[in-house]
């Protein structure tokens, strides 16, 4: 049985920065993408960013690109979403997700982690 599990969220003032992890249990190299998605109240769930296994590149929504960056520990299967400057429209649950192959379908979803954002 495949695990995400998020951590990391908490509350924070605006220009500040928060490290979400997502521990896996997906082995290395298992899956073509692990990606943040976050969703806020009243909202559509969104894409933040995506790290592809097989090469590590990142990708990121516009709304975040310059301030949230993607890494991922290899050995602990651990990735990780660094948000700085952070703004209160960033308030949301992050949640990461994981596709095993290019179908654009995601296999695996944690079950999110609150990030709050004041002002």
């Known amino acids: 049985q495949v695990r995400l599990v998020e951590s990391g969220g908490g509350s924070v003032q605006a220009g500040g920065s928060l490290r979400l992890s997502c521990a896996s249990s997906?082995?290395?190299?298992?899956?073509?993408?692990m990606d943040w998605f976050r969703q806020a109240p009243g909202k559509e769930r969104e894409f933040v960013g995506a790290?592809?296994?097989?090469?590590?590149?990142?990708y990121y929504a516009d709304s975040v690109k310059g301030r949230f960056t993607i890494s991922k520990d290899y050995a602990k299967n651990t990735l990780f979403l660094q948000m700085n400057s952070l703004k209160p429209e960033d308030t949301a649950v992050y949640y990461c997700?994981?596709?095993?192959?290019?179908?654009?379908?995601?296999?695996?979803w944690g079950p999110g982690t609150q990030v709050t954002v004041s002002s």
């Open positions: 997906l082995r290395t190299f298992s899956c073509y993408t």
């Open positions: 997700a994981a596709a095993l192959g290019l179908d654009g379908k995601y296999d695996f």
């Open positions: 790290f592809r296994w097989i090469n590590g590149s990142t």
